[in-house]
C-alpha cells in the first residue's frame, strides 16, 4: 500500500484579490457546492482559499501540476458531523485510480491571513 501526503497554504488577502480581479474564476476554480457553502458564512474568501489550498494539495499528492486536472474535479464536501471530506472526479480520480490511491483525507486551517490544507492518501 502507498501512502501519499500534501500540504499547501493560501494567501487570503492575495487570492481574494485575484477572486474578486477576475470575473468568473470562482466558478471556474469551485464546484456549486462548495460556492453555497462558503458564500453563506461570514468570511467566504478563508472558506475558498482552505479549498482551494485542499485541491493543491491534491495535485501534490498525485504529483501532478496546475493544469494536470480541473480545480472542480478535486471538491470538499462537508461531513454530516461538520468536518471536510475529499470528493474526486474526472481526471483527478482517474490519477488517484492509477496510482492506487483511494482513501483521502483532509485537514483545512485558516487564520484571517492564511489558509492551510494537508492531504493524506493511501
Excluded at 482551494?52 to 491534491?58: D, G, L, N
Excluded at 471536510?84 to 483545512?108: K, M, Y
Aim: glycine residues 8%; neutral net charge; proline residues 2%.
Amino acid at each position: 500500500m502507498s501512502t501519499a501526503i500534501g500540504l499547501d497554504m493560501v494567501d487570503v488577502r492575495r487570492f481574494a484579490a485575484v477572486l474578486e480581479r477576475r470575473a468568473g474564476m470562482r466558478r471556474r476554480l469551485f464546484t456549486e457546492g462548495e460556492l453555497s457553502y462558503a458564500m453563506a458564512t461570514v468570511d467566504p474568501d478563508t472558506r475558498l482559499a482552505a479549498r482551494f489550498a485542499a485541491k493543491e494539495a491534491v495535485m501534490k499528492v498525485l504529483g501532478v501540476g496546475l493544469g494536470a486536472c480541473k480545480f472542480r474535479d478535486i471538491e470538499v464536501i462537508r461531513h454530516a458531523s461538520g468536518r471536510p471530506e475529499l470528493l474526486l472526479h474526472g481526471l483527478a480520480a482517474e490519477r488517484a485510480d492509477a496510482a492506487g490511491l483511494a482513501d483521502w483525507h483532509v485537514s483545512l486551517s485558516h487564520t484571517d491571513s492564511v489558509a492551510a490544507a494537508m492531504v493524506l492518501a493511501q
